[in-house]
């Protein structure tokens, strides 16, 4: 009788055990789920160091450690693969040149640095063989003043001087076409410093300062031209020293158009340059 009895509480225990180990098992999940939520909260809480920018900058500015500010973010929204950590300034950042332009207090990213500065004058490293930068010096006045801009398409003409009784100049009423349609490469100021460059690098500085140069009276003085630059095939560069030479002219200018004309490449020359063409072709079979 007493081992019936005895047998039968062994599955009772057994259940009682198997109830336990749910209830163990689901107090370790829920356990293990808080632990997990709690630590993940609690390093979501935690500041990364990163690098912001006293001023907005421009591209092709350099970046000096003075221009640097040390600012937290959180840690959830920080983007380790293209955020730059405070402590690695120094590798990205510092004496390296803006690629794009960058507003202050925004953290900085890796891709928005490049190691060299912006090149001036690209258009030096693109002619070819056959070609070469003409300077043509001009008054401004009678070629378009200062809205005359570098990459403005141009019609150029040529009006010849002559000298009256009291060897004051005066304008003959012969007016030749030198190029029908070309391309202002660059103007040179007074001081013959590019006004391409000139116009570039205030559009690297950030909005407020830039719109302070550019409306400054010293900055406008810079931008009058006093020289033309027309890269030329080598034969019209020629001619057109030989023209320019052989008489005294005042040289003016039509702004035809501030963009290109699809496809077009070549410039196109008047007929004050087709003699002095002309001769060169001349000469160059005589010689063969």
Do not use: C
């Not at 599955?11 to 336990?20: C, D, E, S, T, V």
């Not at 749910?22 to 909260?41: D, R, S, T």
């Not at 030749?176 to 040179?188: C, G, K, N, S």
């Amino acid at each position: 009788m007493f081992k019936k009895k005895s047998d039968g509480m062994r599955p009772a225990l057994a259940n009682q055990l198997k109830r336990a180990s749910v209830y163990i098992i689901v107090a370790a999940l829920m356990i293990g789920v808080f632990l997990f939520l709690y630590f993940n909260v609690m390093e979501s809480k935690k500041d990364v160091e990163v690098i912001t920018l006293s001023t907005d900058v421009g591209p092709g500015q350099l970046i000096t450690s003075d221009m640097l500010v040390k600012s937290k973010k959180s840690a959830r929204d920080y983007d380790e693969n293209t955020e730059i950590p405070w402590y690695a300034a120094e590798d990205f950042v510092v004496n390296k040149y803006a690629a794009v332009y960058i507003a202050k207090d925004v953290p900085l990213r890796d891709t928005w640095f490049m190691g060299t500065g912006v090149e001036k004058l690209n258009y030096l490293k693109e002619m070819t063989a056959n070609e070469q930068l003409t300077t043509i010096p001009y008054d401004s006045s009678y070629a378009g003043g200062n809205l005359l801009k570098p990459g403005d398409h141009i019609k150029l003409y040529a009006s010849y001087l002559k000298s009256d009784a009291t060897g004051r100049e005066e304008q003959k009423a012969t007016v030749e076409i030198v190029f029908e349609d070309a391309t202002v490469t660059d103007l040179l100021n007074s001081s013959k410093n590019s006004i391409l460059s000139i116009i570039e690098d205030a559009q690297r500085l950030p909005i407020t300062e830039r719109e302070a140069l550019m409306s400054s009276d010293s900055f406008q003085e810079q931008l009058s031209p006093r020289y033309m630059m027309i890269i030329l095939k080598k034969d019209q560069a020629t001619a057109l020293k030989q023209a320019m030479g052989s008489a005294k002219m005042q040289l003016s200018a039509d702004i035809l158009t501030r963009n290109r004309p699809e496809g077009q490449k070549e410039i196109i020359t008047g007929n004050l340059l087709s003699t002095y063409l002309q001769k060169q072709q001349t000469d160059s079979s005589s010689t063969k």
